[in-house]
């Protein structure tokens, strides 16, 4: 069974059309094809089933008889697809209705054999029109690759799990400190289902306002705010069919963890400003370096969501956790990294000696930064060596003593900018483990660093 067929229930089909013996047809033809279709005979009947839902295609008689089709098609077709119903002879109108936004058109009497694939492919291609606009919107224009790297027993187990969930439609969490690749095991995951060729979206829950996430998330409707004069989708629409990864799920504020939960009960949702319940075809994959467990018992945390997301959880292992593992990833940094100057380079004994010597807070991630800062440092040079590491002595490490300099007696707002400021350069601007020490959550954690100006010195990571 192709992809398109396995996932027909989902894509619901209206059809427009007077002749209630012909409409009749149509749908019984879509639905034995394995759509859910529904039949109607006038415009005002279309109206009342466009606003309770949404079709994923409409086929669509141009006369109505309480309507104009090629007036209606303008609008409707920045909407959804259609596809035209038109009489034999009538190929000038069909050429109109193309030009209006129509997909396609079939001249009656139609052929019931030739349907099927024309909506196969009508749906095929608004949904590519609709990846393409997503990614040309985000900036990307390929999957990311897949970087999971190492061959320890901690990574053979984890390998062994992804293989188990993959092909499961289950939710996952995904529970790490930071650094340690949660997005690239989400991103597995999505790569070994049966449905890999499609989108796989990330959600920064820390980076959005908390404004503008509900929006982001579900989209809004034209009007929805002052400004907005088009509808938008929400990223759980660009994931259709594929995976939707929520990365730092504890960061979202009640309002919409309940809404989140309604999705994951029901598979529901609504874009901000409407009225008619959409359904969310996606797969959710969650992540989070936080304790949810004891955000749940501090009330930060719906506990009903989160015995809905931990059905199945995927703790990370440290990189600490893991250090037969730290050869091969420097190696694999050294080969694929980002510079138009690539130079084949190697890390001497006495590098990869101090590398699996270092505790890594900051997980892969520092790693990589480690070694990319290590391949500039090293200039001309083709054996990277201790000094070109620039890692902490162990008595920098984490867990030393702090101390802070002043020359006059400070504010404790200049006192927190320094702190913070040191604490950043101490953990390589690993957002998570420094809000730790704070006591603060991730989001105010990147307010003080943005009124202390320190995004600038510090690129955040998490």
């Known amino acids: 069974m192709s992809a398109m067929k396995s996932s ?22 879509l639905k034995r094809a394995g759509y859910r279709a529904k039949g109607v005979n006038t415009w005002s009947g279309a109206h009342q089933v466009l606003s309770n839902e949404e079709p994923h295609l409409i086929l669509m008689d141009i006369r109505l008889p309480d309507g104009d089709g090629m007036k209606l098609l303008p609008d409707l077709t920045t909407q959804y697809p259609v596809l035209v119903l038109t009489a034999h002879g009538s190929v000038r109108a069909a050429v109109q ?22 909506v196969e492919r009508t749906l095929a291609t608004a949904a590519l029109r609709r990846d393409h606009q997503f990614w040309k919107n985000q900036g990307k224009k390929a999957k990311r690759v897949n970087t999971m790297v190492g061959n320890s027993p901690a990574m053979s187990k984890l390998q062994e799990t ?28 999505h790569e070994e289902r049966r449905l890999a060729d499609q989108n796989f979206v990330t959600v920064d829950c820390c980076s959005l306002h908390e404004q503008l996430f509900e929006s982001e998330l579900f989209g809004h409707e034209k009007g929805a705010f002052t400004g907005t004069h088009q509808r ?53 994959i969650v992540a ?11 009330e930060r ?26 050869p091969v990833l420097a190696e694999h940094f050294l080969r694929t990294h980002r510079y138009s100057n690539r130079k084949t380079k190697k890390a001497s004994q006495a590098a990869i000696q101090q590398l699996v010597s270092y505790s890594w807070p900051g997980n892969i991630r520092e790693l990589r930064n480690v070694v990319e800062r290590a391949i500039i440092l090293s200039g001309e040079n083709r054996l990277i060596e201790p000094l070109h590491l620039g890692l902490a002595p162990p008595s920098e490490e984490p867990g030393a003593f702090t101390t802070l300099q002043f020359e006059t007696d400070p504010t404790l707002e200049t006192i927190t900018g320094v702190y913070l400021d040191q604490l950043l350069r101490k953990y390589n601007g690993h957002r998570a483990t420094v809000a730790k020490i704070m006591g603060i959550s991730e989001r105010n954690l990147y307010r003080l660093i943005q009124r202390h100006h320190l995004n600038e010195h510090h690129p955040v990571q998490h």
Do not use: H, W
């Open 301 to 326: 945390f719906r506990n009903d969501l989160y015995y809905r997301l931990s059905a199945f959880v995927i703790r990370m292992p440290p990189l600490r956790e893991r250090l037969s593992d730290v």
């Open 97 to 118: 209705a193309i030009k209006a936004g129509a997909a396609e058109y079939l001249i009656k009497p139609i052929d019931l054999d030739e349907l099927d694939p024309m």
């Open 162 to 189: 992804i293989g188990l969930v993959a092909p499961s439609e289950m939710t996952v969490l995904i529970m790490g400190e930071s650094g340690t690749g949660k997005e690239l095991v989400a991103q597995a995951i």
């Open 288 to 298: 989070t370096n936080r304790d949810l467990g004891e955000m749940v018992d501090d």
């Open 232 to 284: 938008k989708l929400g990223l759980i629409e660009a994931a259709e069919g594929g995976t939707l990864f929520l990365d730092e799920i504890g960061e979202i504020d009640p309002v919409i963890q309940a809404k989140l939960l309604r999705v994951l009960d029901t598979g529901q949702f609504r874009r901000v400003g409407g009225t008619k319940d959409l359904r969310a075809t996606v797969r959710i």
């Open 8 to 29: 027909r229930p989902d894509k619901f089909i209206l059809v427009i059309e007077d002749d209630a013996v012909l409409s009749g047809l149509i749908v019984d033809q």
